[in-house]
């Protein structure tokens, strides 16, 4: 099985009893941004809404576009793309729906390694790409369009760049100066049920690794999904999730999986960022 990062957006409906589940205890040592603690979690599933769904409040989604990783060719990056779908969605919030910002991921497999934060293509956490993101910041993917591959070079052009025409008929491409950026004021992490919910219900989307089968890769289409692990499929206590697969797969880009049972290892280990008006967009 492979450990892959997924968006969680959350549409819930019915309430279950929360089990008790491995708490992640991950080390920030050395992350200067890991300084944000979740919303306060409600105290029973009563106090929470019994549906939510950040792509239909009141009829008004704050949904970004969905992003496929694997095109124009395989690159392991799911914990980038999971946690920058977030971040999107967390942006257009801010925005109260008015803005579509997508983060440059390019961007980030450019510079990341280089900066040691991740492996590019090659893995690593969600963490590292919020991590980058208080230090460094991030352009809109009008910087750079992802080609799904790591760079290993850090420079003002792989960071942002335009090019144009030129008499002769070929391209000239160079950096551009100062570009937008945006930065993450803090991230922190969280897990189970009721706490993801209220961070959900109260700031956003947040980012939470799990364990994906091939069965779930190559034969989900709708509906609930769960692994062959001798869970009962008739719970009703359901999740929407989204994952960087591309609108084609499963229900328009995203999953249903019960919650409340750490399935797959749903609800162990996620984190969630915070981004301020104060630090938008410079």
């Known amino acids: 099985m492979l450990f892959l990062y997924a968006l969680f ?63 124009p060719k ?5 914990y980038l793309h999971g ?68 760079s290993p070079t850090c420079n003002d052009e792989t960071i942002c760049q335009n090019c144009l025409p030129v008499e002769n008929g070929t391209l000239r491409c160079w950096p551009v100066k100062n570009p937008i950026l945006f930065f993450v004021q803090s991230y922190g992490q969280l897990s189970g049920e009721i706490q993801m919910m209220s961070e959900i219900y109260k700031r956003g989307p947040i980012s939470c690794g799990f364990y994906s089968t091939l069965d779930f890769d190559y034969n989900y289409k709708y509906g609930v999904y769960t692994a062959s692990t001798g869970i009962n499929n008739t719970l009703t206590s359901k999740d929407l999730n989204h994952v960087v697969e591309g609108s084609y797969w499963g229900e328009n880009g995203f999953f249903r999986i019960i919650r409340g049972i750490n399935h797959l290892l749903f609800e162990s280990s996620c984190v969630f960022g915070l981004m301020n008006a104060d630090n938008l967009g410079q």
């Open 83 to 150: 946690t920058l779908a977030a971040l999107n969605d967390r942006l257009k919030i801010q925005f109260n729906g008015l803005q579509d910002i997508l983060l440059g991921r390019q961007v980030f497999l450019n510079c990341g390694k280089a900066r040691g934060l991740g492996n590019g293509c090659y893995g690593g956490k969600a963490y590292q790409v919020l991590e980058y993101m208080y230090r460094y910041g991030l352009p809109d993917e009008t910087c750079q369009n992802y080609v799904a591959e790591s």
């Open 74 to 78: 395989y690159c392991g990056s799911c």
């Open 9 to 71: 957006l959350f549409t819930w409906f019915h309430h279950s009893t929360e089990l008790p589940i491995h708490r992640s205890k991950r080390s920030f040592t050395n992350y200067w941004g890991a300084t944000a603690t979740p919303v306060e979690r409600a105290k029973s599933l009563d106090e929470l809404p019994r549906d939510w769904d950040w792509c239909n409040v009141n009829g008004k989604s704050f949904c970004t576009a969905s992003w496929n990783q694997h095109i």
